[in-house]
Nanobody
Framework: QVQLVESGGGLVQAGGSLRLSCAASGRTLSAAVMAWFRQAPGKEREFVAAMRWSGITGFEIRYADSVKGRFTISRDNAKNMAYLQMNSLKPEDTAVYYC?????????????????WGQGTQVTVAS
């Protein structure tokens, strides 16, 4: 069974930065499609970023338009970790952020494409 645990959330001023971490256990992440989603109060969970190893062409990475240029998804297979570096944070980035994984071959931007989820970490951006 795969377990994902997020950390790194907190309170930050607008314009600040945070780095979220996702620690995996139970299975190596090297073959996984890793993703970050977020859910703001009163809203549905939404896609933030995802990445997968696509072989000789390298990593396939996608971002939501709302975070493109500000957020960076990465992974460290040796540590079995995934990360989300968030810069230039805005109050509208306030949400619970979730790490997710699937061990298929496709990168999904829909939450239904992911089988494993962390418990979430709160990010609050003050204006």
């Amino acid at each position: 069974q795969v377990q994902l645990v997020e950390s790194g959330g907190g309170l930050v001023q607008a314009g600040g930065s945070l780095r979220l971490s996702c620690a995996a256990s139970g299975r190596t992440l090297s073959a996984a499609v890793m993703a970050w989603f977020r859910q703001a109060p009163g809203k549905e969970r939404e896609f933030v970023a995802a990445m997968r190893w696509s072989g000789i062409t390298g990593f396939e990475i996608r971002y939501a338009d709302s975070v493109k240029g500000r957020f960076t998804i990465s992974r460290d297979n040796a540590k079995n970790m995934a990360y989300l570096q968030m810069n230039s944070l805005k109050p509208e980035d306030t949400a619970v952020y979730y790490c997710a994984a699937n061990f298929g071959v496709l990168l999904y931007t829909n939450e239904n494409g992911y089988d494993y989820w962390g418990q979430g970490t709160q990010v609050t951006v003050a204006s």
